[in-house]
């Protein structure tokens, strides 16, 4: 297993377009975080699935976000029309239910450029 | 509501020297808070947990406290050295939810 992988890692889109990133987390991990970070700010909390059940989402999010976990595996954040302040680094992180002695495996991120 | 505030100021220490990064948190008591580093372009690397009922946790040269009377967790890096350099975040769990809030984090530079 080589921890959590994004893709893509860079992606550049025109304002208005709509954009998808692909989480695959650690296999055996039954929870999956989606967040944001921009420059110079800690990572925020976008939404939570354990196994294929999305349980919380941030109230900071707009109808433009969905995220999907089909069969409780990979995950995809879809953003719609985007706009030049979605402009950010995506950060997706898993972890085991009640285990929290090995906080989150995050992975690289996809860092999304809206022009 | 429930934050995390660090530092934002960059700490800049010698090789060899003791780096102490600061975390203080609002409200309700979390019963656990992680620290992490963070690489430029990279995504953030855990380093430790600490529970309320610890007052300190160390690994390796890493040494974190946890302070429920003054709301706050000491970030300790001893020796040093120049590959140290980083972000370190901190973060609380969110309590009566599942996400977990993350600080600013603080730049951390250590000079040869």
């Known amino acids: 297993d080589t921890g959590v992988s994004q893709n893509p890692r860079h992606k550049i889109t025109k304002r208005g377009q709509n954009v998808t990133f692909r989480c695959d987390p650690i296999?055996?991990?039954?929870?999956l975080y989606w967040y944001r970070q921009t420059l110079g700010q800690g990572p925020e909390f976008l939404t939570y699935?354990?196994?294929?059940?999305?349980?919380?989402k941030s109230r900071l999010l707009s109808d433009r976000f969905s995220a999907e976990r089909p069969k409780g595996s990979f995950s995809t954040l879809e953003i719609q029309r985007t706009e030049q302040g979605d402009s950010a680094m995506y950060l997706c992180?898993?972890?085991?239910?009640?285990?929290?002695?090995?906080?989150?495996?995050f992975g690289s991120g996809t860092r999304l450029t809206v022009v | 509501s429930q934050k995390i505030e660090q530092n934002s100021e960059a700490l800049n220490i010698q090789e060899g020297k003791t780096a102490t990064l600061t975390c203080n948190y609002t409200?309700?008591?979390?019963?656990?808070l992680q620290w992490y580093r963070q690489d430029p372009g990279r995504g953030p690397v855990f380093l430790l947990l600490?529970?309320?009922?610890?007052k300190e946790k160390r690994k390796e040269r890493l040494k974190v406290t946890f302070d429920t009377t003054l709301k706050q967790s000491l970030f300790h890096i001893t020796a040093s050295q120049p590959a140290d350099s980083a972000t370190y975040l901190c973060?609380?769990?969110?309590?009566?939810?599942?996400?977990?809030?993350f600080g600013a984090g603080t730049r951390l530079f250590v000079k040869a």
């Open positions: 600490i529970r309320e009922n610890e």
């Open positions: 296999s055996e991990h039954n929870r």
């Open positions: 409200n309700y008591s979390p019963a656990y």
């Open positions: 973060a609380r769990e969110h309590t009566g939810g599942f996400k977990t809030i």
């Open positions: 992180a898993s972890s085991l239910t009640g285990v929290k002695d090995y906080g989150y495996t």
């Open positions: 699935f354990q196994n294929e059940a999305q349980l919380e």
